[in-house]
């Protein structure tokens, strides 16, 4: 692989990189407001100048520039090498670069700072990107000093209502057009753009239109600075009270990658942000997964319930046992659910085989819309897990949630062990009522409606999970809380159900399913980029 020195290091590069990819990918941070590496090179903030030394026995490229002699008190004549944007400097072989040992360029990045900090209102304790902020950070790291204009700042429009997600401040923004590229680039959208030079720069809507696409909210969050911010997050958390955990989204077969951001203190989780992952969600995420983190608190079942009153979970699978033993395992059947994970459904199939039950269905959420970018229409995160499971272990493919009903109104199936909220077609749920179902549920829905015994089952925040997309990956999704109210991981709940039918399964543990599984869908473990990576990006 070729390379080329940087600060006195050799950084490898692939054909076609810049400085600044080439230098990221090695883990050593080039300051910088405007380069994304998602996003294409706008070179307009110049955080990232770097020296570019010359060729050995060749002159540099000088400017002559003035400086302050604070011994003469005026300005004499100087000279200094032009320096080169790193997010636009294409990456050679033995090129020698100075970065942070260049006093040049450690010069140009405190006068950028300053420079972007001129008419910035520093309302930082009031900002909610405070804690996450680059101006912040790199105010430290480049800068450190007082602002020498005593000048008021230019106002600018605060508070502008961009759309149902977003919200702008124009005396925050640096206008590094990342807003602007995310919506030409990714999303194909025109909707913002930058109106006015210097000073008097601003990002505008375009005319008549609001910030009103599918994926407004990476708007917010590729804006380095407080300027974007997301109504749905504005004024709840201060981030450094938020720890983070890996998460899969859980809105559709997709399966990006996320953070899931969490308040140990309260134990409730504020927000998802993408994490880096090129195989499945590049550096993004739909709005429709961002917000998904809502669920973890809403509409939640925290109690079990006998008959629609709320019951201990204890009483609850004696009642369930009571309720599924006499049927005879011809006439149980085992519904999976394609929104739980591989754990969750891979308990109950194991209590299928163990029971003899021959017979398996399994649903979901219905499908939505979905678009080229990363919505799919598959609103499950886990349709690909249960189908691999059940090939591999019940000898073939669940029928659909239809033929479950259809079998209940035919008289073949005489009591229902469910897993899972909501199903496939929602007109055919009250069908189900015609026989027991013992349901281990999330959220309220529809099987929760028709539940005679109702177990509450802990969301994916709330334990360690395996998800495979639609892409065939399997990736861990990690535990950020703790189970809400009464709820479980449904795994236990089937054990639990086991234990009072007097059936014994192959495993006590979380991690026994997980060697299971590692068996049957080769798991990509954890992917992605780490936390690291991504507050640099
Ligand atoms: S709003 Fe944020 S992302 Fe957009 S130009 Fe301003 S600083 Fe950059
Ligand atoms: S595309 Fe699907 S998986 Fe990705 S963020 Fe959106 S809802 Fe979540
Ligand atoms: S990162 Fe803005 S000019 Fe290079």
Redesign the pocket.
Known sequence: MPTFLLDDREIEFNPGDTVIAAAERAGVDIPHYCWHPGLSTAANCRMCLVELLPPEGRPALLLDVLRFDEEKGDYVLARKPKLQPACQLGAVAGMRIKSQTSEHAVEARAAVQEFLLLNHPVDCPICDQAGECRLQDYWLEHSGKKKRMQDEILHRPKAVDFGPTIVYDAERCIVCTRCVRFCDEVVGDHVLDKRERGNLGEIVLAPGRKLDHEYTLMTEHVCPVGALTAKDFRFKARVWFLRSVRSV?Q??A???NAYTDYDPRNQTVYRHRPRENQAV?KYW??D???L?YRRVHDGRILTARVAGKKASVEDALAEAAQRLAPVGKDKLAILLSFTHSSEDNLALIELARALGVGQAYATGRPSGSGDKI???TDKNPNRAGVSQLAQALLGGLPLDFSALVAAVEGGSVGAVLALGSSVEDAALAAKLKRVPVVAISTFEGELAQQAAVLLPASSWAEADGTFVNAGGLAQVSEKAIEPQGESQPAWRHVLGVAGKLGVSLPFSRAKDLAKVLSAHAPKAGVSGSSAAAEAQA
Request: glycine share 18%.
């Open positions: 989204c809105g559709c997709t399966g990006c969600n995420m739909c429709e997964g961002v998904d990363l919505r799919h």
